[in-house]
């Protein structure tokens, strides 16, 4: 196991607690519901706030351009990424990260909070003091709260563009692009690393912990060595596009076969994850999504057996 049991679960639970915070925060936005078997219109259905405004997708020809684009934008943001890493430009990744963050945010406290006047506002400002805390004034409680609802905000501006053709495509494009990122290129490993060493910031769960020889360790060093010589401490991280995959997917899902479906999506996602998380060996990197991708899979055909 790459990490302590404890930590592991951790991990796990916050990666569930996303993936049900996604389908109340796709649900309340959604134009489509599935009632009895049938896909329905919803009538007066919540639209994105801040203006935001998803194009009608009718046909299959308009889920399929909308495919092509997300890839396009995938691609592009993958390689401003990239760029912008080896430039060192960390003002602009920080401005980047924080309106981001700000605006999924937003879209998720929207959803989230009682329905008062405003309410768009009031989850707005909720957003900015939690991105200063994200981006500016990072601790494991501000890091992890802002990702438990940074992840659902941008699954509900994705999941209307997709069907389920075209969500098991990205899918695979995405298991495809993470082998190659983390085993071939090593590109994942080397942007993380910026990430968390330059930016101090991190896309995704971060929960660090000492193990008993680290902790061992600084029980011997004084207060003063801790704070000039420290101790490099272990960390447990899942990066923000294994969170957010599983909860587009499920929302499409949710709006094609209905909301047990979609909770089944979930769960075959987690057990895809927890199978990594317990047979991984320490001090090696492995692509998450691969693992992700077939629990999602299983959980798909067991439900299209199931319908």
Known sequence: MKHTVKITLIILSMFLLTQFIGLHVIDNYAKEK?????????????????????????????????????????????????????????????????????????????????????????ALGLAVLLAIGK??????????LSELLIYPGIAAVF???????TVIILLVVISVYDMWAVWKSKIMQK???????????????????ASKRQKAKMNKMSKGELRTKGVKISAAILGGGDVIFPIITAGVIMKTWGLIPAIGIIFGALLGLSLLLFFSEKKKFYPAMPFITSGIFIAMLISWLLI
């Open 191 to 209: 942007m993380a690393k910026y990430q968390m060493d330059e930016l101090k910031i991190f896309s995704g769960f971060y929960v660090p912990y």
């Open 159 to 165: 999941v209307p563009l997709l069907n389920l053709k």
């Open 135 to 144: 981006v500016f004034r990072r601790s494991f409680i501000s890091h992890n």
């Open 34 to 122: 599935v009632v009895d078997g049938v896909v329905v219109s919803v009538e007066d259905s919540n639209q994105l706030p801040y203006g935001m405004e998803i194009p009608e997708t009718e046909t299959t020809e308009d889920y399929d351009s909308n495919f092509v684009s997300i890839i396009i934008s995938f691609v592009i943001a993958i390689t401003i990424l990239f760029l912008l890493t080896r430039v060192k430009s960390k003002l602009i990744m920080r401005t980047w990260f924080f309106f981001v963050t700000v605006l999924a945010i937003g879209i998720s406290l929207t959803a989230i909070l009682p329905k008062w006047q405003a309410v768009s506002y009031i």
